[in-house]
């Protein structure tokens, strides 16, 4: 009988239905057991796609079947061993072709979130990352700051979105689909349910990383996306201050109502040096990230300064990392990447 590698290597043939991935890649086979009667394989459970399940079931009860010398295949579909706590009714899906994604959070708007977000994708990109986007807090600025006003989104055939494209990053925001008079209709409950279904409906294609910016606050819409995509970790942004760190808290305690684990907290505003004498302001107060970070037992991902290139490059469309990668910020956002790599590794 072939051995467990033999196998796996064998299921490597199969793919994720629709995506040109195979589900070793994914993660999905979690255990190969050969028997005197047969071999039992046991996957984790892709998705609240049923079908796709059942496809994924078939095809690997076909491909090990098809080896010599295997007398009998059981194929056991779990849900994983640290599954989320969720809601009855909820499910958690992968986003297929999509190796991680990962969710930008923060207490209270105006800390940076979005501002991490963009410049962290485009130095995952800068390392090398396929990454993807989505701009997920509907009336942030974000999107202004990446999307030139003219660009149109289009649908495949399917009527799948395609996602836009700049500085090597694929992105897509529900904003681009709001105007003025759509926005009110988007607001309340509804956004929440439609934005989850809106990420799953974008064609992402294959990426290292998806970047979610939520939008900013623990309300129900957070918890709502961080319970329906699989995440492999949060990031939560904060100010030095008191009052934004309590906020980064309840961010923490979000991520951990629903089993995401949080990869580290960013300090974004945590100093300014003036340019005219070279000195350094802790304008928010200082060391309240690294407080925090040892409080909640995550790692300090990195500090950045208030900074007027940063805030002016946003301005323009054209984020500090793409307009400046060797600046000290940017470089800061190359550290945290590697920081992050390192932990998803
Ligand atoms: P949030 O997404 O948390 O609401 P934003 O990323 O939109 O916050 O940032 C709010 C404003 O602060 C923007 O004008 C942005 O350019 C500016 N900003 C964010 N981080 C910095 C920074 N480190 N230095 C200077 N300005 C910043």
Redesign the pocket.
């Known amino acids: 009988m072939p051995t467990p590698n033999e196998i796996l290597v064998e299921l490597k043939k199969v793919k994720y239905p629709g995506f040109t991935r195979d589900i070793v890649s994914f993660g999905m086979v979690k255990d190969i057991e050969i028997a005197y009667k047969g071999v039992t394989v046991t996957l984790s459970a892709p998705s609240a796609n049923a079908e796709a399940a059942a496809q994924i079931v078939e095809d690997v009860r076909r491909t090990v079947a098809a080896m010599p010398g295997i007398p009998a295949v059981d194929v056991h579909m779990e849900q994983a061993a640290n599954a989320p706590k969720m809601a009855p009714g909820s499910h958690r899906r992968l986003v297929p072709g999509v190796r991680h994604v990962l969710a930008v959070a923060?207490g209270k708007?105006?800390?940076?979130?979005?501002?991490?977000a963009v410049n962290l994708a485009l130095a995952m990109r800068a390392a090398g990352w396929r990454i993807g986007l989505m701009d997920a807090?509907v009336y942030?600025?974000?999107v202004a700051m990446m999307v030139g006003s003219d660009q149109r989104v289009e649908l495949t055939p399917e009527r799948r979105i395609i996602p836009l494209e700049r500085f090597g990053i694929r992105y897509i925001s529900m904003a681009l689909f709001v105007n003025d008079e759509t926005a009110v209709i988007w607001r309340g409950p509804m956004v929440t349910k439609l934005e989850t279904e809106f990420l799953f409906n974008v064609e992402w294609g294959e990426l290292d990383c998806l970047v979610l910016d939520l939008p900013?606050g623990t309300g129900d819409a957070q918890l709502t996306i961080t319970q329906r995509v699989a995440l492999a970790g949060g990031i939560i942004?904060t100010t030095p201050q008191e009052v934004a760190l309590i906020d980064a808290r309840k961010a923490a305690t979000m991520f951990e109502k629903v089993n995401v684990p949080v990869l580290g907290l960013v300090e974004?505003?945590s100093y300014f040096v003036s340019p005219s004498d070279n000195k350094r302001y802790d304008i928010f107060g200082s060391g309240g990230g690294e407080r925090e970070a040892k409080r909640l037992r995550v790692p300090l991902l990195g500090q950045?300064?208030?900074?007027?290139a940063?805030?002016e490059a946003?301005?323009r469309g054209q984020p500090i990392v793409a307009e400046d990668p060797q600046s000290p910020v940017a470089q800061t956002f190359m550290k945290i990447t590697e920081r992050i790599r390192q932990t998803l590794a």
């Open positions: 923060s708007g105006g800390v940076g979130k979005s501002t991490v807090d942030g600025p974000s900013p942004v974004n505003m950045i300064p208030i900074d007027i940063t805030r946003s301005d």
